[in-house]
T-cell receptor, first 115, second 109 residues
Framework: DTGVSQNPRHKITKRGQNVTFRCDPISEHNRLYWYRQTLGQGPEFLTYFQNEAQLEKSRLLSDRFSAERPKGSFSTLEIQRTEQGDSAMYLC?????????????FGQGTRLTVV | AQRVTQPEKLLSVFKGAPVELKCNYSYSGSPELFWYVQYSRQRLQLLLRHISRESIKGFTADLNKGETSFHLKKPFAQEEDSAMYYCALPSGGSYIPTFGRGTSLIVHP
């Protein structure tokens, strides 16, 4: 499968614990996005990388959230001191900007439940 | 600020009926609009984009700049069309996809 891959698919954690999610984008894609989706809402933008540079962060991304994309390949999203309000589906997407289109390809998401 | 509005959370129709899922946008400039679809237990995927002006799975969408709309239409709905549909707009100079809240389409047999 050469699509966007996210791990783990599900994560249950206790409030106050740290969690880390991984995203492997489509290999030739230069852009990687993180989104959060809660029930009844569309995907909400969190942050994106162009190659290894993190170029924009949403107001939704509190100080407890950090994302990295070392070497412009896979990316990780870490949430420190999780809160119940962090429970959501976290989506990763990638795209090839400059390749003639801006279509985003999505992974299957990581569902986080904070108890 | 760029914004996408999908006024209907749920659209319920019978098989063979026409379908129109509404999308309105606010954008300064020439927008590039998309419809994404998410079938049950599958990932979000592109259905169609306005610049290609093609019909996918019988769906079409026309960009109406005067009404700032990009409604998704299909003349005869099928049960397999049941899914969540999201209208999206790449926002700003960075072209970050911005999504509406989605419309759940249920097609009854």
């Amino acid at each position: 499968d050469t699509g966007v891959s996210q791990n783990p698919r599900h994560k249950i954690t206790k409030r106050g614990q740290n969690v880390t999610f991984r995203c492997d984008p489509i290999s030739e894609h230069n852009r990687l996005y993180w989104y959060r989706q809660t029930l009844g809402q569309g995907p909400e933008f969190l942050t994106y990388f162009q190659n290894e540079a993190q170029l924009e962060k949403s107001r939704l991304l509190s100080d407890r959230f950090s994302a990295e994309r070392p070497k412009g390949s896979f990316s990780t999203l870490e949430i420190q001191r999780t809160e119940q309000g962090d429970s959501a589906m976290y989506l990763c997407a990638s795209s090839l900007i400059g390749g003639g289109g801006t279509e985003a390809f999505f992974g299957q998401g990581t569902r986080l439940t904070v108890v | 600020a760029q914004r996408v509005t999908q006024p209907e959370k749920l659209l319920s129709v019978f098989k063979g009926a026409p379908v129109e899922l509404k999308c309105n946008y606010s954008y300064s400039g020439s927008p590039e609009l998309f419809w994404y679809v998410q079938y049950s237990r599958q990932r979000l995927q592109l259905l169609l984009r306005h610049i290609s002006r093609e019909s996918i799975k019988g769906f079409t969408a026309d960009l109406n700049k005067g009404e700032t709309s990009f409604h998704l239409k299909k003349p005869f709905a099928q049960e397999e069309d049941s899914a969540m549909y999201y209208c999206a707009l790449p926002s700003g100079g960075s072209y970050i996809p911005t999504f509406g809240r989605g419309t759940s389409l249920i097609v009854h047999p």
